[in-house]
């Protein structure tokens, strides 16, 4: 009896033990998550700068682009271009990366399939999309930058080519 009250007791502590490194897990996962989602939000501001200057602006609070202090949730239609809308898509693509990365190694495991960025958008956008893809070479914590650009505008591609953003290219 007494050797099965000494188990049962250590039994105990290790539940307690248990459970208390359950909570920290849980605490250190949940700061994780809110610390993605605040690099997530400051990459998406950077990028919405870098496209269209103080035209639109990021809404933490709704979790979506808004113009003249106005979240753009229904009405998005409206107000977006079909080019700006591939900028949008564009610029959440590269945000999300830090969504998805577990944990620093994952950055160097990235491979970007970016799938005719341009399409749709004014030229003057099209310089700048080129100018983020030479930028990811240079991000902090990605330190080994691959990606396969698909496109059907040629004028891109020697956009791409002559200012050695990509070092190879390829025409079907």
Same mark, same amino acid.
């Given at each position: 009896?007494?050797?099965?009250?000494?188990? =049962?007791?250590?039994?105990?502590?290790?539940?307690?033990?248990?459970?208390?490194? /359950?909570?920290?897990?849980?605490? /250190? &996962? %949940?700061?994780? /998550?809110?610390?993605?989602?605040?690099?997530?939000?400051?990459?998406? /501001?950077? #990028?919405?700068?870098? =496209?269209?200057?103080?035209?639109?602006? @990021?809404? &933490?609070?709704?979790? +979506?682009? %808004? @113009?003249?202090? $106005?979240?753009?949730?229904?009405? *998005? &239609?409206?107000?977006? %271009?079909?080019?700006?809308?591939?900028?949008?898509?564009? +610029?959440? #693509?590269?945000?999300?990366?830090?969504?998805?990365?577990?944990?620093?190694?994952? #950055?160097?495991?990235?491979? =970007?399939?970016?799938?005719?960025?341009?399409? %749709?958008?004014? =030229?003057?956008?099209?310089? *700048?999309?080129?100018?983020?893809?030479? &930028?990811?070479?240079?991000?902090?914590?990605?330190?080994? *930058?691959?990606?396969?650009?698909? *496109?059907?505008?040629?004028?891109?591609?020697?956009?791409?080519?002559?200012?050695?953003?990509?070092?190879? $290219? #390829?025409?079907?």
């Amino acid at each position: 009896i007494n050797a099965s009250q000494k188990m =049962f007791a250590e039994i105990k502590v290790l539940e307690e033990n248990s459970q208390m490194l /359950k909570k920290e897990i849980e605490e /250190k &996962e %949940s700061q994780a /998550k809110i610390d993605r989602r605040k690099m997530l939000v400051n990459e998406l /501001k950077r #990028y919405l700068t870098l =496209f269209f200057g103080d035209k639109y602006d @990021f809404d &933490e609070e709704n979790f +979506c682009i %808004s @113009f003249q202090n $106005k979240a753009l949730i229904t009405n *998005t &239609e409206d107000v977006l %271009s079909d080019g700006e809308k591939s900028i949008l898509a564009f +610029c959440f #693509y590269l945000a999300n990366i830090h969504g998805i990365v577990n944990n620093a190694e994952d #950055y160097n495991r990235i491979l =970007f399939v970016i799938d005719d960025p341009v399409s %749709s958008m004014d =030229f003057n956008y099209v310089y *700048t999309v080129a100018q983020v893809i030479r &930028e990811l070479k240079r991000h902090d914590q990605i330190k080994r *930058t691959r990606y396969i650009i698909l *496109t059907h505008n040629m004028e891109f591609m020697s956009i791409l080519v002559r200012n050695k953003i990509v070092s190879k $290219k #390829y025409i079907l």
